[in-house]
């Protein structure tokens, strides 16, 4: 039984795609098969970060508008052979996107893939919409400040009204993906505690992952960090989040050790500085 | 919809009594009018609205009215406008206003005396037939909670998240979770929150002053009873996440914890 599922945020920039090719290259790695596929028409990432740029013929508005095949415009993964991606056309707009057009797409893909992750754009537009349109499950992905916070509660506002599953009456499985997350900067009281954004946005925690530079260095490359480093911790935080999605009990425990762990040993460095 | 009552005085002859003369005063109220917009073919539409009339007597008997002749000068032109008002007022409506047409459009008809630059913004209504397509029933927002017929109360059993807009003109409304901040409740009646109150919370629409709102937590944006509303720089931070409940005492907003 495959999942549709959407990776959104509202707002920009909060590490969407990333996540998206991420979680993806983490689920493929354990076995699954998963399609890739880039919504936001018009400036389109995914295909960077995935280190496929020159490998894009077709994309998702041709599928759409039939100038061609499903077959033709996936690009399979060299590094993963169960990884997929769909790209979004660059030189089109999100008007391109249809709901019934995308509806017919990812019904076809449902046949081949267990895991259609839709990288959703940021806003509460077309693109957005339709990313989540057919979604059984969301990702939300929220960065540690007011205003990703207040934006993420959005379009979990919106998750609940405007998909399919929500207006047949069903619930969507929703869960929070806290990005760029830097625990010293939070003990300082300069961002947001983990515990503040759960409360404001009463949604189920599925990873927390700590703002690194190896995640910037991995989409530099084109590669999910997953692949490209995956001993660092960031790399640790989404396979655990893919295992979650995959109904295994992971744990939290780590990465609130390591936490207090980076956060005594900058302290002891101050203390030895004095 | 407000409708400014003036508490008429008496005239008084001469300008030497000007001083003893009452104070007037002006008050401000929020009744819920009822918008409707007849459409051709106008004998169905009539029909259809006759039956629910019928139906329920009671529901129309002192509403105000508001006519949108919207549809009706768009597919029948000038003319329409005088046969809808003319139709409507024989089921004895009262009419307090039209919508869609200029205040020239009406000069010369029996009806130039409607107001035609009513302000207010659209509720939700129950209609006396729960008719889902029922025209007169319009949300705010599209997300906003619909109202089932009959109801007097408003159970949300979730979050109202940043951005949604809960308007309830019929009664109270119990919110079992946070209202997020960029949301906002709307009520006829009083608002209970368990949870933290971080959007806007107005109650009151109708029952006026003597509604109330609690929350478990305040960080509020704006709330607001019968007409008084305050923003959160106007509320001592001492208040704030605590449980509180929020009244009109004498004429002013007040704001107490219960903790």
């Known amino acids: 039984m495959s999942k549709v599922m959407v990776v959104t945020s509202g707002k920009g920039g909060v590490g969407k795609t990333t996540s998206s090719a991420s979680l993806g290259a983490a689920l493929a790695q354990r076995g699954q098969s998963v399609v890739l596929v880039d919504f936001d028409v018009g400036l389109r990432n995914l295909d960077l970060i995935m280190g496929a740029e020159r490998r894009v013929v077709f994309d998702l508005v041709n599928v759409i508008q039939g100038d061609a095949k499903l077959p033709q415009a996936l690009i399979r993964d060299k590094r993963l052979e169960t990884l997929s991606l769909l790209p979004a056309s660059q030189t089109r707009d999100k008007d391109a996107l249809t709901e019934e057009g995308v509806g017919r797409v990812i019904d076809e893909l449902k046949e081949r893939f267990d895991w259609i992750i839709c990288d959703s754009p940021a806003g509460i537009e077309k693109g957005a919409t339709l990313a989540m349109r057919y979604a059984d499950v969301a990702v939300v992905v929220t960065n540690p400040e007011v205003s990703s916070v207040r934006d993420s509660d959005r379009i979990i506002g919106m998750l609940d009204s405007k998909t399919r599953r929500a ?27 983990v515990e503040d954004v759960l409360e404001i946005l009463a949604v189920p925690l599925l990873g927390i992952v700590v703002e ?6 991995a989409s530099n490359m084109g590669a999910p960090v997953t692949l490209h480093n ?4 960031a790399a640790q935080a989404y396979v655990d989040a893919a295992r979650r999605l995959l109904g295994e009990d992971v744990p939290f425990a780590q990465p609130a050790a390591r936490q207090q762990g980076l956060f005594s040993r900058l302290f002891g460095k101050k203390a030895a500085a004095a | 919809m407000a409708v400014d009552r003036v508490e008429r005085q008496r005239r008084r002859d001469s300008a030497a009594d000007i001083f003893d003369l009452p104070t007037v005063r002006l008050r401000g109220r929020n009744v819920l009018a009822l918008v409707l917009a007849p459409e051709f073919p106008m004998s169905d539409w009539f029909t259809a609205f006759d039956r629910q009339l019928n139906a329920a007597p009671g529901f129309f008997a002192d509403r105000p009215i508001v006519a949108d002749l919207r549809p009706a000068l768009s597919q029948g032109g000038q003319q329409a406008i005088g046969l809808v008002l003319d139709t409507l007022a024989l089921r004895d409506l009262k009419l307090i206003g039209v919508e869609g047409v200029e205040a020239r459009q009406l000069a ?9 630059r009513l302000h207010g913004r659209d509720t939700a209504v129950e209609t006396p037939e729960a008719d889902p397509d029922a025209p007169s029933s319009t949300e705010a927002d599209p997300e906003a909670e619909p109202a089932a017929a009959g109801q007097t109360s408003l159970l ?84 704030h996440g605590r449980a509180v409940q929020v009244m009109c005492d004498r004429g002013s907003l007040r704001l107490s914890a219960f903790d």
């Open chain 2, 108 to 116: 010369g008809t029996p009806w130039e005396r409607l107001a035609t």
């Open chain 1, 212 to 217: 690194s530079p190896d995640v910037l260095t």
């Open chain 2, 156 to 239: 949300i059993d979730r979050p109202v998240r940043s951005g949604q807009s809960v308007v309830f003109a019929e009664g109270d409304v119990t919110v079992v979770g946070s209202v997020s901040s960029g949301a906002e409740v709307l009520a006829g009646g009083s608002i209970h929150i368990y949870g933290a109150l971080r959007g806007r919370a107005i109650a009151g629409l109708r029952a006026g002053a003597s509604a109330r709102i609690f929350c478990r937590k305040l960080e509020a944006e704006l709330v607001g009873v019968d007409q008084l509303y305050r923003t959160a720089e106007n509320w001592g931070a001492g208040l």
């Open chain 1, 167 to 193: 207006e047949s009456g069903e619930r969507i499985d929703k869960h929070l993906l806290l990005t760029r997350y830097d625990p010293a900067r939070a003990a300082r009281g300069e961002m947001m505690k």
């Open chain 1, 230 to 233: 995956p001993a660092s911790p």
